[in-house]
């Protein structure tokens, strides 16, 4: 897919003007640089992940990155807070 764009006085047009959001999100996205609608559509996350292939947990490997759905009974869970980021610690019993 390629995105053909013509720099116009638009482009330049401030993001508040255009967007219907809060005053929060455009603060966030004035944070990252993106002030415009250039901006916006020349803005590239840092990664990405692909959650679009749903496997069994039994598929993964150690370490490995990946989604995974199973279903089973949560026998203990803990929910804390680390350098701005929660972190969960589940043990769980699948159904296998």
Do not use: C
């Not at 490995?64 to 589940?90: N, Q």
């Amino acid at each position: 897919m390629y995105l053909i764009f013509t720099l116009s006085k638009k482009t330049m047009t401030e993001l508040k003007t255009l967007l219907k959001t809060t005053p929060q999100y455009i603060n966030l996205l004035s944070s990252h640089g993106i002030k415009n609608i250039k901006d916006f559509f020349n803005y590239f996350p840092r990664t990405y992940e692909d959650r679009a292939s749903i496997q069994p947990l039994n598929n993964l490997q150690i370490n490995e990155k990946g989604t995974a759905a199973t279903k089973g009974k949560i026998i203990e869970k803990k929910v804390f807070r680390r350098g701005g980021k929660t972190i969960y610690d589940i043990k769980f019993e699948d159904e296998n």
